[in-house]
């Protein structure tokens, strides 16, 4: 299938372009206007004015960088806005001022944009949107749906009740709404300190759904907001703005993962809340969970990713073994790749594991037909052609893709000393053996068939050279190429025009499906034979590879030039995947 038709078939159906389609024929976000008494809501300064029949989100917080469950959850954002004439929008929720910093949200931006798609004007951070987010919360207090507590953590959590208990009332819960708001300005000049108190929603505390036993919304943070600086010493919880942060930018449905399910009644409950004060309009956004992805043979959770790289266990956050945008973009993965894996794997409510081996066949399938074919010999021995003239050089010619004619043929110098892979030949060969043992002939891909001869070797017995003689009338692409038939075939490249460069061979980080199965600390799990580095000779048209150039190296698998290590004239490669899955059992 071309890349063209992959992009134009028609989307599969799922449970969420379901609820879209009867929301557009039901008419529900005709009016985007909204209607509805003025409010912030028609006149907050980043309210959208296209004309999108949908808006969707992708929310990440800037405290790490993207890994390749975030890629699912672009690929669908992204892609239904596109699908539906619709407006995805870019969205920082940078509420949590400790732990976030400009260097996440810049990597965050270049992994979107890196997978091929476009916010256009349509950029917002949770920040924007903290002055209208604290009038929310002083009009909660006065309307009787919120107050501030000043119980300890502990005394909070021990209140909350538990799934068979209902929680207990706090005793400030009753406090007049003139007191929270007092207690909610000096918590906001910085005149308490950090949790001593917290704004809470009033809602029921006897509700089987924890996340609606009084929730806290606002707390005292004295830090330092990468953008808004000093200006706060409160901050709203992630649960609190993001309903806020949808329906101030017109989101029609927010799109998240499971884990948030049983935070949509408070979603809704605070977006009621606030359109019945008028604070919003009609029609609100929806929530709509969707089952994460979760990745055999690799770690996706935030915390674990940090330990990986703090810890050193991994050379940085675009380490190629690290499942970050970052890493797999330096390993050589695929923008074309990951959506095609996210339209593979499908949408569901349902909680599955994918299989990693799903991930690298998507990268193969694309590869395959984009990445033009060279020759990489990784683990060099000599093979000496005797009967060749030893001055003399010819040229052989090799297709860039055999799939596709009309990228032309490219020339490989042929010499009387060439590099062959060391496991091509065999000094007593094991049954099936078709490469070169002594008296066995083989063809020399795109040039000529020869025959072994037998080999030199050193003192310590390890072999160091190969010899064989070469027929001269069986030339590949002349009238005498199938005169003589053999059953091996095998690549090299000419001692005297090919170059030595560094390869990493990468695989994955993990040895086991799930690490740290089990309670078990998944650093246990790493896989020790992640990364070897080596020496390859390389044909001579390798040599101006420009960074991220791929390739098939033939019979290996499929390479990227480095992106960060590579110079002019001197790329260095990796291995992005193997040409076919190593790791079937």
């Known amino acids: 299938m071309s890349e063209k038709s992959k992009t134009t078939a028609a989307p599969v159906s799922n449970f969420i372009r379901n609820i879209i389609d009867s929301d557009l024929a039901s008419g529900k976000y005709t009016n985007r206007g909204w209607g509805g008494k003025p409010g912030p809501a028609k006149t907050h300064a980043n309210t959208p ?8 989100r992708f929310p990440p917080e800037p405290n790490g960088y993207l890994h390749i469950g975030h890629a699912k959850s672009i690929c669908l954002n992204f892609g239904l806005a596109q699908s539906y004439a619709g407006a995805c929008h870019m969205r920082f929720d940078d509420t949590n001022p400790e732990k976030e910093e400009q260097e996440y949200v810049d990597s965050i931006i270049h992994a979107v944009q890196w997978l091929g798609f476009d ?5 917002f951070f949770a920040s924007d949107y903290f002055d209208f987010m604290y009038e929310a919360a002083q009009y909660l207090i006065q309307s009787g749906h919120a107050y501030v507590d000043e119980q300890t953590a502990e005394q909070m959590r021990v209140s909350r009740g538990t799934l068979t208990e209902p929680g207990t009332a706090s005793p400030w819960r009753e406090r007049p709404a003139a007191e929270s708001l007092q207690r909610f300005t000096e918590m906001r000049d910085g005149k308490h300190a950090d949790g001593s108190m917290v704004l809470r929603s009033k809602i029921d505390m006897a509700s089987p759904n924890i996340n609606l036993r009084d929730p806290a919304i606002y707390r005292i943070r004295k830090a330092t907001h990468h953008r808004t600086r000093d200006k706060w010493c409160v901050y709203p919880m992630y649960a609190y703005a993001h309903p806020i942060e949808d329906a101030l930018e017109r989101i029609t449905h927010s799109i998240c993962t499971l884990e948030f399910e049983d935070q949509r009644p408070f979603y809704d409950w605070l977006l009621l809340r606030l359109a019945e004060g008028s604070l919003l309009a009609q029609p609100l956004p929806q929530q709509i969970e969707f089952a994460r992805l979760n990745l055999t043979y690799a770690v996706l959770s935030k915390r674990k990713l940090i330990q990986l790289v703090t810890e050193k266990h991994v050379e940085g956050w675009d380490d190629p073994r690290l499942p970050t945008l970052a890493g797999a973009r330096r390993r050589g993965y695929t923008p074309q790749g990951f959506r095609l894996f996210a339209e593979r794997i499908g949408v569901s409510r349902a909680d599955s594991w994918i299989d990693y081996s799903v991930l690298e066949e998507c990268m ?24 060749y003239p030893k001055d003399q050089q010819e040229d052989c010619f090799a297709p860039n893709h055999p799939q596709k004619p009309e990228l032309g043929k490219r020339t490989v110098p042929f010499t009387r000393e060439l590099w062959i892979e060391r496991d091509d030949f065999a000094e007593t060969p094991p049954k099936g053996f078709f490469r070169l043992f002594p008296g066995n002939s083989v063809r020399l891909r795109y040039g000529y068939v020869v025959k072994c001869t037998g080999c030199d070797k050193d003192a310590q017995g390890n072999i160091v050279a190969v010899h064989c003689d070469y027929l001269p009338e069986t030339k590949s692409g002349t009238p005498g190429a199938d005169s003589v038939k053999v059953k091996g075939n095998i690549h090299w490249v000419s001692v005297a025009q090919a170059f030595a460069a560094e390869v990493r061979l990468y695989d994955r980080l993990f040895k086991l499906p799930h690490p740290g199965a089990g309670d078990k600390d998944f650093l246990l799990d790493l896989n020790p034979d992640s990364q070897k580095t080596i020496t390859a000779q390389l044909e001579v048209a390798l040599k101006d590879a420009k960074p991220e150039d791929r390739f098939q190296f033939e019979r290996h698998g499929y390479f990227v030039a480095d992106r960060v290590d590579s110079t002019p004239g001197a790329p260095k490669f990796n291995r992005a995947v193997t040409l076919r899955d190593s790791w079937k059992t």
Do not use: F
Not at 49 to 56: F, L
Not at 119 to 123: A, C, F, L
């Open 49 to 56: 004015a296209d004309p999108a029949k949908i808006r969707t």
């Open 119 to 123: 916010w256009r004007e349509n950029i």
């Open 364 to 387: 193969r399938e694309h590869m395959n037909e984009s990445a033009e074919r060279r020759i990489a010999v990784l683990d060099p021995v000599k093979l000496i052609i005797d009967n």
